[in-house]
């Protein structure tokens, strides 16, 4: 393995669930031993990680590298985090905030409440993809983050298509590092790229974490489309409209409209849909042959964020007053309100518009143009 190749620093992942366990596999192949630390917050899963080297319930059958070290204590981790971070050379490491968007402001604020600021070097990253509605408020997981620590910490999503169990079986993906901060997202990607995992950095944050939580709703209708046996046809018409949601939405929350055609849009909205994987898909496919919305939650043993981000994001397109007719039917899909054949139906059934939305294309105009 060349120098190049090496993942350089240290790491601590917060977070057993399936991407984290993927993601800290991946590191630790290419780490020192003990350099990659994975955190479990169930001391059941951390048993059964350390007695058996594997993630049975979340990876079956992809063992844990000898490198990665396992930790128990959340508070005893993030100290020695901060102790391998400061001996480092150069000094710095990443923390990275692995759980669904839940626990996403719990995780952050512990961070800060052990190590306070950021010391040089050192980052945050989360890998949670949704959005969150309180009453009026609307919270994509960067602004749960920054709301919960305390202290300055430079920070990123990454972000896009990677199913888990691939990444953990060395099959190769590419991602985005989404920060406001530029100079930190290409941080990110040099120290993340290598091993298979191409990394490309954004400083467009709003569009990767909007695309992250559009692409689950809609892998959900996909997955609705495929169950009731409606043909490729169908899905590559869906797929088409449902990108052009996202991108509306887009616009009107002020991300660049390029950003659509990415990673963390684009190929996630086209792997999460149509990839045999997909949690949300599945519920789609549960939800077509008439099974409830709780059994089939229950079953995936997983958190679909898609079930929880749609309600979310249909009420942030009705404050901006966009129009989202694909996430409007999920919702009521996922209410009761209709049901899969219903859905398809009315969605079938609209009348015609103009393809091309001009809001779109004129926020994609050079201004220089004219």
């Known amino acids: 393995m060349t120098v190049s190749e090496r993942f350089s620093v240290p790491a601590l992942l917060l977070g057993a669930g399936a991407w984290g366990t993927a993601l800290a596999i991946h590191w630790s192949k290419r780490a020192q031993p003990g350099q990659v630390a994975l955190w479990a917050r169930r001391p059941e899963l951390l048993a059964e990680l350390a007695d058996r080297r594997l993630n049975q ?88 983050v920054r709301r919960a620590m305390k202290a300055d910490w430079p920070m990123a999503a990454l972000t896009g298509p990677s199913f888990a169990m691939e990444v953990a079986r060395g099959l190769p993906c590419a991602l985005t590092a989404a920060s406001t901060d530029l100079a930190f997202a290409r941080r990110i990607a040099r120290i993340c790229h290598g091993g298979g995992m191409r990394i490309y950095a954004s400083d ?75 949690r949300n898909r599945r519920v789609g496919l549960g939800l077509a042959k008439g099974e409830p919305l709780q059994q089939i939650l229950t079953g995936l043993g997983h958190v679909a964020e898609g079930v929880n981000a749609a309600k979310a994001v249909a009420g942030l397109a009705q404050r901006c007053e966009v129009d989202m007719p694909i996430v409007q039917a999920v919702c009521q899909l996922l209410s009761g309100e209709r049901s899969a054949k219903a859905m398809l139906s009315e969605l079938l059934s609209r009348d015609p518009v103009d393809e091309l939305d001009a809001s779109i294309a004129e926020a994609g105009k050079d201004p220089g143009t004219g």
Do not use: H
Request: a negative charge; charged letters at 20%.
């Open 57 to 144: 319930r979340y990876l079956p059958g992809v063992g844990l590298p000898d490198a990665l070290e396992l930790c128990a204590d959340l508070r005893l981790s993030l100290l020695a985090f901060r102790e391998r971070s400061r001996s480092s050379n150069p000094p710095g490491g990443l923390v990275v905030l692995a759980c669904p968007v839940a626990g996403l402001s719990d995780l952050a604020a512990q961070v800060t409440e052990t190590l306070g600021p950021a010391e040089p070097g050192e980052g945050l990253i989360w890998l949670s993809k949704g959005l969150v509605q309180d009453d009026e408020a609307f919270y994509w997981p960067s602004d749960l």
């Open 204 to 278: 467009d944050l709003l569009g990767a974490e909007l695309g992250g939580a559009v692409k689950n709703i809609m892998a959900i209708a996909a997955g609705v489309a495929d169950g009731l046996g409606l043909g490729a046809n169908a899905r590559a018409a869906l797929l088409t409209r449902g990108l052009a949601e996202t991108a509306r939405l887009a616009v009107a929350l002020g991300a660049r409209p390029e950003s659509m055609l990415g990673l963390a849009v684009l190929g996630d909205l086209v792997l999460t849909a149509t990839g045999d994987l997909s």
